[in-house]
């Protein structure tokens, strides 16, 4: 009797694990997600005092405190109503989701921290340079293509080489 179940239990374990396999179904190739957006994708803060905990629940201890609206961020990963966000520097920690906009945001980056970006008239390395930022400056990004982004902040308005930009992933389309 015990062997018959025991057999029984097998023939149904392998079943559901040949079903599983045989539709090439894997948990990493789900685009569903708690909120029906893809991940990883960019957002901004949307306000300018967030906490970030260390596990996504109120619980969990505070690993740090955001304290500037419209820093960009990444969400790597979604638990319910809090998303696994990580920054320009690679610090990760969770955040609740009314806490995040999806206006777009970008970080201006460049390879020595005391060099220049150029801001152009156009989207055109021979057009007017509008303005120079340096590293760490926050933009809004108003469209992104064919390498490069339309930006603006206060004091500047102009484009950017995309890959000079944090918060736009390479090659992406921001409409």
């Given at each position: 009797?015990?062997?018959?179940?025991?057999?029984l239990?097998?023939?149904?374990?392998?079943?559901?694990?040949?079903?599983?396999?045989?539709?090439?179904?894997?948990?990493?190739?789900?685009?569903?997600?708690?909120?029906?957006?893809?991940?990883?994708?960019?957002?901004?803060?949307?306000?300018?005092?967030?906490?970030v905990?260390?596990?996504?629940?109120?619980?969990n201890?505070?690993?740090?405190?955001?304290?500037?609206?419209?820093?960009?961020?990444?969400i790597?990963?979604?638990?319910?109503?809090?998303?696994?966000?990580?920054?320009?520097?690679?610090?990760?920690?969770w955040?609740?989701?009314?806490?995040?906009?999806?206006?777009?945001?970008?970080?201006?980056?460049?390879?020595r921290?005391?060099?220049?970006?150029?801001?152009?008239?156009?989207?055109?390395?021979?057009?007017?340079?509008?303005?120079?930022?340096?590293?760490?400056?926050?933009?809004?990004?108003k469209?992104?293509?064919?390498?490069?982004?339309?930006?603006?902040?206060?004091?500047?308005?102009?484009?950017?080489?995309?890959?000079?930009?944090?918060?736009?992933?390479?090659?992406e389309k921001?409409?």
């Open positions: 009797m015990m062997l018959g179940r025991f057999c239990m097998v023939v149904l374990a392998g079943g559901l694990l040949g079903a599983s396999v045989s539709s090439g179904f894997s948990a990493k190739d789900s685009a569903l997600t708690t909120s029906g957006l893809p991940i990883p994708r960019y957002v901004s803060l949307k306000s300018d005092h967030v906490n905990r260390v596990g996504p629940t109120k619980d201890d505070v690993a740090w405190i955001y304290t500037r609206s419209g820093l960009p961020v990444e790597t990963a979604e638990f319910e109503n809090w998303r696994r966000v990580r920054d320009s520097e690679g610090a990760e920690g955040v609740y989701h009314s806490l995040l906009s999806g206006r777009r945001t970008a970080v201006v980056t460049m390879k921290k005391d060099e220049l970006a150029p801001i152009y008239d156009r989207a055109d390395p021979a057009s007017a340079i509008a303005a120079r930022l340096q590293a760490g400056v926050v933009a809004q990004v469209h992104c293509g064919s390498g490069w982004c339309h930006i603006d902040g206060t004091g500047f308005d102009g484009w950017i080489e995309q890959q000079r930009l944090w918060g736009v992933y390479a090659d921001v409409e």
